[in-house]
C-alpha cells in the first residue's frame, strides 16, 4: 500500500518568514495531493490540493508544489502569521478504484508574533 | 447542520467494556471514512464505505474493532473489549463520491467530524 512520510513533525518559524513542509509518497500510481489544516481541538480542514497533471498550484499565501519523478511534494506558506500556527497534514490517494487518503504524520507549525 | 457530525464528543470507558461511536455524514455524500488519530501518529486510516459497495476493512486494527454504515448514511464503529491502546481521537470523514471516474468526484476532498475523543482507563 501507499506509505506518505512527511518533514519536519515540528516546525517554528517568525511571523513573516516562509514555511516549507515537505512530504514523500510510495505509489507511483498515486494521482492526487490533499493538505489538511487542524488547528487546535478542531478538525482537519482541506487548504489545497494538486493532481499529478499539474506542477504547482497557489492560492494567495500557500503553494503546493509536485514532482511526479521523484514522488514528493511540499506546502509552501509565505509572510507566516500567529493564525497559521496549527498542525498540517498532507495526504496521497491512488488511482486503484477507490478513494482512500493516506495520511503522512502531521506537521506542527509555531509561527511566533 | 450541514457538516459531519459526531457522538460522542468525549467517551470514557474502563477497559473491557464495549463503546459505540456515531458518525452522521453530509447528505448526499456517498463515501465516509473512519480515522483514528493518535498522539504523534498522524491519521490511521480504519474502514472505508462507499455506497453499497463492500466496505473496505483493509485497516481495522483487530477483530475487535467493527463498523456498520446503514441505509447509506449514518455509521456506527463498534469496539469490543476495549484496551487502553484504544484511547484516541476517532474521526470521521464523508466526501462526494468514492470511486475513480464516478460522477459527483470534482474534488476528492474529505469533510471530517469534530471527532470523538475516546479514554480507557
Known amino acids: 500500500g501507499e506509505n506518505v512520510e512527511q518533514h519536519p513533525s515540528t516546525l517554528s518559524v517568525q511571523e513573516g518568514d516562509s514555511a516549507v513542509i515537505k512530504c514523500t509518497y510510495s505509489?507511483?500510481?498515486?494521482?492526487?495531493f490533499p493538505w489538511y489544516k487542524q488547528e487546535l481541538g478542531k478538525r482537519p480542514q482541506l487548504i489545497i490540493d494538486?493532481?499529478?497533471?499539474?506542477g504547482e498550484k497557489k492560492d494567495q499565501r500557500i503553494a503546493v508544489t509536485l514532482n511526479k519523478t521523484a514522488k514528493h511534494f511540499s506546502l509552501h506558506i509565505t509572510e507566516t502569521q500567529p493564525e497559521d500556527s496549527a498542525v498540517y497534514f498532507c495526504?496521497?490517494?491512488?488511482?486503484?478504484?477507490?478513494?482512500?487518503?493516506?495520511f503522512g504524520r502531521g506537521t506542527s507549525l509555531i509561527v511566533h508574533p | 447542520g450541514a457538516g459531519v457530525s459526531q457522538s460522542p464528543s468525549n467517551k470514557v470507558t474502563e477497559k473491557g467494556k464495549d463503546v459505540e461511536l456515531r458518525c452522521d455524514p453530509i447528505s448526499g455524500h456517498t463515501a465516509l471514512y473512519w480515522y483514528r488519530q493518535s498522539l504523534g501518529q498522524g491519521l490511521e486510516f480504519l474502514i472505508y464505505?462507499?455506497?453499497?459497495?463492500?466496505?473496505?476493512k483493509s485497516g481495522l486494527p483487530s477483530d475487535r474493532f467493527s463498523a456498520e454504515r446503514t441505509g447509506g448514511s449514518v455509521s456506527t464503529l463498534t469496539i469490543q473489549r476495549t484496551q487502553q491502546e484504544d484511547s484516541a481521537v476517532y474521526l470521521c470523514?464523508?466526501?462526494?463520491?468514492?470511486?475513480?471516474?464516478?460522477?459527483?468526484?470534482?474534488?476528492?476532498?474529505?469533510?471530517f467530524g469534530e471527532g470523538s475523543r475516546l479514554t480507557v482507563l
Open positions: 505509489d507511483s500510481a498515486s494521482n492526487y
Open positions: 494538486i493532481r499529478s497533471n499539474v
Open positions: 470523514a464523508s466526501s462526494l463520491g468514492g470511486l475513480a471516474g464516478a460522477p459527483g468526484t470534482i474534488t476528492g476532498e474529505l469533510f
Open positions: 495526504a496521497a490517494r491512488g488511482s486503484g478504484g477507490s478513494y482512500i487518503p493516506t
Open positions: 464505505f462507499q455506497g453499497n459497495s463492500a466496505p473496505d
